[in-house]
């Protein structure tokens, strides 16, 4: 036959004495207070170890360095905006002139029109000025002519037809001017 397996159920302790519960208590508390103590120890090695790198002088140029690259960030974004501004203001500039070049060139192109048309006039007008002194010539040489006959006729008659010649001299000088005009505005 086998073993036989007995099994006791443990007995509960309900009373401990004094002495064993106190002793446990100093216990858990000496435990506490070396932990408490260590951790104490240990944040205020690391505080000094931060106070001293604090204060090195490697840390002081790097925020003294920091300081200085945030003021010169701060004076390149205003002269940035600046910039900015004088942009727009040039390019509504550069927009201006660019109208007032366009509205110049119509306007230049309208000159030149016009000085074209003036141009085909004045040609004309010389034109007409030139068929006007020939009709003049022709009414000068008609003037020519008739005074050459005028002055033929005069000494041809001049006993018989004195008087009406005299009468005749006053009536040939509006009709030259008549001819010479009709010529002109013809």
Known sequence: MGPTFYHHWPELVTEKSGSMVQSEWWDWKRLSIVLLTLLALALFVALIIFAVQANSKACKEGLLAEQECRNVTRLLELQLAQSRQHLLGAMDEAATCNRTVVNLSASLEMEKAQ????LTRIEELQREVEKLKEK???AF??????????EAWSKEGETSFSSSSKSLSPLMVPMCLFLGLTALLA
């Not at 000085?115 to 003036?118: F, I, K, Y």
């Not at 040489?141 to 005028?150: D, F, P």
């Open 115 to 118: 000085s074209l048309e003036q």
């Open 141 to 150: 040489e008609e003037v020519e002519r008739l005074r050459k006959e005028k």
């Open 136 to 138: 003049l010539q022709g």
